[in-house]
């Protein structure tokens, strides 16, 4: 693979992107699980504390959706509903690189339709947008435990809405180094950083 300034675009034969029917959804299993973990995670962070008064619990359940949400949307859905796919991963020197793939050629082994392109793409942009207005209503009520889990939903469902944007754009111009980063590896590295501290103490 040839490193275009840390960030790949690859042709696949797994179809054309471009053609994109109108008949309905061919897909409805996919495009199910498309919604279904995210909008779990949402419905669940609203409702949890009805059920269980442990933050942990909540915690991890709703964690643990957004994990599943992360990996199949990634993974599953974005190849299968619109024909994208990506990936970071970290060479023998350490450096990090990102690959991002669409279906270009002449095969056309499978031809998404457009209520698969729209379900895909409004899940992807709204579901993030609502993970924003929950981490202002979780500030204003001063629940700061429960901002965590706002900050890993929005870290998550954003490296998925920023991975498949590169790759519907094409562009190989890097974007903001927040989004390549992640919130997420700022907080690992404070948090390891912080008990590293207090076993040397």
Same mark, same amino acid.
């Given at each position: 693979?040839?490193?275009?300034?840390?960030?790949?675009?690859?042709?696949?034969?797994?179809?054309?992107?471009?053609?994109?029917?109108?008949?309905?959804?061919?897909?409805?299993?996919?495009?199910?699980?498309?919604?279904?973990?995210?909008?779990?995670?949402?419905?669940?962070?609203?409702?949890?504390?009805?059920?269980?008064?442990?933050?942990?619990?909540?915690?991890?359940? @709703? /964690? =643990?959706?957004?994990?599943?949400?992360?990996?199949?949307?990634?993974?599953?859905?974005? &190849?299968?509903? #619109? *024909?994208? !796919?990506?990936?970071?991963?970290?060479?023998?020197?350490?450096?990090?690189?990102?690959?991002?793939?669409?279906?270009?050629?002449?095969?056309?082994?499978?031809?998404?339709?457009?209520?698969?392109?729209?379900?895909?793409?409004?899940?992807?942009?709204?579901?993030?947008?609502?993970?924003?207005?929950?981490?202002?209503?979780?500030?204003?009520?001063?629940?700061?435990?429960?901002?965590? @889990? /706002? =900050?890993?939903?929005?870290?998550?469902?954003?490296?998925?809405?920023?991975?498949?944007? &590169?790759?519907? #754009? *094409?562009? !190989?111009?890097?974007?903001?180094?927040?989004?390549?980063?992640?919130?997420?590896?700022?907080?690992?590295?404070?948090?390891?950083?912080?008990?590293?501290?207090?076993?040397?103490?």
């Amino acid at each position: 693979m040839a490193n275009l300034d840390d960030t790949e675009d690859v042709a696949l034969d797994f179809g054309s992107e471009d053609e994109v029917s109108k008949a309905a959804c061919r897909s409805p299993i996919t495009a199910f699980f498309h919604l279904l973990f995210r909008v779990s995670a949402m419905v669940t962070y609203l409702i949890c504390t009805l059920f269980s008064s442990s933050f942990i619990i909540n915690f991890v359940v @709703i /964690v =643990l959706l957004l994990s599943m949400d992360f990996w199949t949307v990634k993974n599953i859905t974005g &190849r299968i509903l #619109v *024909g994208l !796919r990506w990936w970071n991963y970290i060479d023998e020197d350490g450096k990090s690189h990102w690959v991002f793939e669409s279906r270009k050629g002449s095969k056309k082994k499978h031809v998404e339709t457009a209520s698969e392109s729209r379900i895909f793409w409004l899940a992807l942009v709204v579901c993030p947008v609502i993970w924003v207005f929950f981490l202002f209503t979780s500030l204003i009520k001063f629940k700061i435990d429960y901002t965590l @889990i /706002v =900050l890993i939903g929005i870290c998550l469902q954003g490296a998925n809405l920023y991975g498949y944007v &590169r790759c519907k #754009v *094409g562009s !190989r111009k890097q974007l903001s180094g927040i989004a390549t980063t992640f919130l997420g590896q700022q907080i690992l590295r404070s948090t390891l950083s912080k008990t590293s501290t207090s076993e040397t103490n």
